[in-house]
């Protein structure tokens, strides 16, 4: 495999690293002489930063670790190595009535890496993150040793490791408590929204009666509009959608991705403005397959490429509610004036579910993510963001990010040096030592 694989979604920052497959759960980590330097394990990819990342070190590859150790089709329990893809999950558990208890808008994500960021999904105000539903894993130690880790079994470990950005050693395996469905499909309702305002009452009247609920919002409208958007609830389908002929993926289930070319304040607004416009009616209702409804994104591939070979930058914060909903407007309010817009803005309330996870991002609040072309003007707005998210205190998702400082990072996490305790000697990366390390 390439060492395009060793690249992180955004496709910034680049990194110089060896890397490492490991082939099977019960053999050590590589020693000092076969990887240089720091050692980090890769999941996929999938986060947009350089939290995968480790310049100057060795990546160990867990993508091998692929194996499904025990299912009980009864109880809905999952045993797997942590290379396993969701995406292998689904396939396996979905004819035979479960589902995931969270999964993130991708499933081309390993079962480690959901644990090492304790991801979210569009279920938080219900469920919580990925870590509330993991019953079990084993983390191996640079020096050999292993532990079995849950809420009774070396609990501070447990807590430590769930979100703990892969700093603490390699997770071999882990195990899963996955949520029993009727059917493959869900139905779901799309609903129009002309401003901040209704969102919010929008979300309010739906988080107690739909388990699924995220919008998306048009970041380049200003003014009585700011905020317009299209709110998607949704709950899993009854038996009886269980035969239902749907398709799989829907024309436009997303706003447009251009190629970063044509990236600018005009396409911006226009197909912004086109994809708010598409839904004719203030309310229209689907049952969709969940593939389409949970994974849009997947159906175009590798679509992080399209913004050309600088990559992009990913910005996901969340304010908490005391005072998201002023904080959020002046957020939106400085991504409209910058021009630079966004062209998958996404908008959801989590929930108060306490997570296990020492370092786990989600907090009750209303969580925003944005992506824009890497451009010194965006790093100027992102960097405005940070002041906004800093001062209504609230925090920015490390799996999403390049470039936050180590001063904002301190901030949203303060518990990090109560953490440091837990890391590996052996383990770094790029995204630890540029939010930890000493000031260049
Ligand atoms: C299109 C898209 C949509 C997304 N949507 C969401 C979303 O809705 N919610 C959300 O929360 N996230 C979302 N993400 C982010 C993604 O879910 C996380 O970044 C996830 O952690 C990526 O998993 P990965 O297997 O690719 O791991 P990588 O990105 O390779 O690594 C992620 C972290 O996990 C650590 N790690 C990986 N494997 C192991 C292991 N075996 N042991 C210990 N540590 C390990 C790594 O060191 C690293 O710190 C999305 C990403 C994309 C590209």
Redesign the pocket.
């Known amino acids: 495999m390439g060492q395009n694989r060793y690249q992180?979604?955004g496709r910034y920052p680049k990194a110089e690293q060896n890397a490492l497959k490991m082939f099977w759960r019960h053999e050590p980590i590589p020693s000092s002489d076969e990887a240089s330097g720091n050692i980090?394990?890769?999941?996929?990819?999938?986060?947009?930063g350089d939290?995968?990342l480790n310049d100057g070190g060795t990546l160990i590859d867990?993508c091998s670790l692929d194996r499904f150790i025990q299912f009980d089709a009864e109880q809905g329990l999952l045993r797997c190595e942590?290379?396993v893809l969701l995406s292998d999950i689904v396939e396996l558990v979905v004819p035979r009535g479960w589902f995931l208890p969270v999964t993130?808008?991708?499933r081309y994500?390993?079962i480690?890496?959901?644990v090492?960021?304790d991801?979210?999904?569009k279920n938080h105000h219900r469920s919580g993150t990925f870590g509330c539903h993991v019953s079990a894993f084993e983390l191996l130690r640079s020096d050999g040793s292993r532990m079995l880790c849950s809420e009774i079994e070396n609990p501070e470990w447990f807590s430590a490791t769930i979100g703990g950005?892969?700093l603490t050693g390699?997770?071999t395996w882990v195990e899963i408590l996955l949520k029993p469905i009727m059917s493959p499909h869900v139905l779901e309702e799309t609903i129009r929204f002309a401003n901040l305002d209704e969102f919010f009452s929008i979300s309010e009247e739906s988080d107690t009666t739909f388990e699924y609920t995220v919008a998306w919002i048009d970041c380049t409208a200003k003014g009585e509009r700011l905020g317009r958007g299209l709110f998607r609830r949704a709950n899993h389908g009854a038996a009886s959608l269980r035969g239902r002929r749907s398709t799989k993926y829907t024309a436009i289930a997303l706003p447009l991705v251009p190629s970063a070319l044509l990236v600018n304040r005009l396409t911006l607004r226009a197909v912004n403005s086109l994809y708010y416009r598409n839904q004719i009616r203030a309310r229209r209702t689907r049952t969709k397959h969940f593939e389409s409804f949970f994974y849009p994104?997947d159906a175009i591939g590798r679509w992080n490429r399209m913004y050309g070979p600088r990559g992009f930058l990913q910005y996901q914060c969340v304010l908490p509610h005391s005072d998201g909903a002023t904080a959020l407007r002046e957020m939106l309010e400085a991504v409209a004036a910058s021009g630079l817009g966004s062209f998958l803005a996404v908008l959801k309330i989590f929930g108060d579910k306490e997570s296990p996870g020492l370092m786990s991002f989600p907090r009750p609040g209303v969580t925003l993510a944005l992506d824009f072309p890497n451009k010194p003007r965006a790093m100027e707005l992102l960097d405005r963001l940070d002041e906004i998210t800093r001062s209504a205190g609230g925090a920015v998702y490390p799996?999403?990010d390049a470039r936050m400082s180590r001063e904002s990072y301190q901030a949203y996490f303060p518990q990090w040096e109560e953490f440091s305790r837990f890391i590996d000697p052996r383990c770094s990366?790029s995204f630890w030592r540029r939010v930890t390390g000493p000031a260049e």
């Open positions: 992180s979604w980090l394990p890769f999941g996929n990819g999938r986060s947009y939290c995968c867990t942590a290379g993130p808008a991708t994500v390993t480690g890496g959901a090492a960021n991801i979210h999904g950005l892969g390699v997770i994104l799996a999403k990366s």
